[in-house]
């Protein structure tokens, strides 16, 4: 990569009721936190193999303690400002171009097998295109990236977050103020038990990708592996 890039990793500080509260209704809210925190190791450790610097945003402002701990003292770390998701996208964003790096990517940590492939050719589409995005299949998106020259702050405002609407609307915005972007693969975020199933069901590519949260759910004996016709699936 020929150019400073960096990643910024949203997350929330781990506190059951706080984080996955829809999933946590499903399997308890002790249960989802648990899970949440293996999501955010994983996918600080698949950051860990892409040769960018990581920038980690946290909220609220009073979770720095508990991000450092779950973590082990990741180089840069910040709170996240503003009134909602997408001030405060807007301003990490911002202030990570001001600190002087021409590209930069952003992703949520709802996602735990999003892999390494996925984010360096989200950095280096940002070679041929002014922006990237990431959609997911709930309607919104788990990535999105800007050069420092293409980011408009604009694109973050008068969306309704958690939508289904969230990325044809951004894309809307994409095109009506003429910025190319490259769309990559769609991923699933995972906000329901339905959710969860799904992922298990992957199990060679997630113990590659997803070591803490595909043991995670092996211990918590949340899913007991069963065989019908001969092939494990979970319950």
């Known amino acids: 990569m020929k150019h400073r890039a960096a990643i910024i990793f949203f997350v929330k500080s781990p506190v059951a009721g706080k984080v996955k509260t829809r999933l946590g209704r499903e399997i308890t809210q002790t249960n989802a936190v648990f899970l949440y925190k293996n999501f955010v190791k994983d996918i600080f450790s698949t950051l860990g193999k892409c040769d960018c610097e990581i920038r980690i945003y946290f909220s609220p402002e009073n979770g720095r303690s508990r991000i450092m701990k779950l973590l082990g003292e990741p180089i840069a770390v910040y709170p996240q400002q503003g009134d909602d998701l997408g001030k405060k996208m807007e301003n990490a964003l911002h202030e990570t171009f001001e600190t002087g790096f021409e590209k930069a990517v952003l992703i949520g940590s709802d996602i735990p097998d999003i892999s390494k492939d996925i984010i360096i050719s989200a950095v280096d589409a940002l070679s041929a295109y002014p922006a990237v995005i990431g959609p997911a299949t709930d309607g919104g998106y788990y990535l999105i990236g800007f050069t420092e ?49 799904h992922f298990m069901k992957k199990e060679e590519q997630h113990l590659k990708i997803t070591p803490y949260t595909f043991n995670a ?8 592996a069963r065989k019908i016709n001969g092939e494990k699936e979970f319950e």
Do not use: H, Y
């Open 149 to 197: 020259k293409a980011f408009m702050p604009g694109l973050f405002s008068g969306i309704v977050w958690s939508g289904p609407e969230v990325l044809s609307r951004t894309t809307d915005l994409f095109k009506k103020n003429k910025i190319d972007f490259f769309m990559l693969q769609a991923l699933m975020d995972i906000d329901t038990l339905n959710d969860l199933k």
């Open 217 to 224: 759910l092996k211990k918590s004996g949340l899913f007991p």
